[in-house]
């Protein structure tokens, strides 16, 4: 299954990117955090994505409903506030 299937099955779509993070390896591997609506419910989800451009590569490495260790301040971020 992939990601796009993965994401209309358990009819989640997107909503705030909380943190996102890249690492330069064979390409560049994306970590971010996600809070989404799931079937109606705010969650956080954790995403990492593996991207290699030159190759027309990309592959949704993970993808999990995490609980969330860090508060809104921990990121940057004032309560209310949009990115």
Known sequence: MNSKEYLEQH?????????ATEQ??????YRLT??????GEKKIYEAKVW???????????EFKNVIPSFTIS?????SGKQL
Request: glycine share 6%; proline share 3%; no cysteine.
């Open 34 to 39: 996600l809070e989404v609506i799931e079937a």
């Open 74 to 78: 921990d990121l940057g971020l004032k």
């Open 51 to 61: 991207v290699k451009p030159w190759m027309n590569f990309k592959q949704f490495q």
């Open 11 to 19: 009819a989640i779509t997107h909503n705030l990117v909380l943190k």
């Open 24 to 29: 330069v390896v064979a390409g560049k591997l």
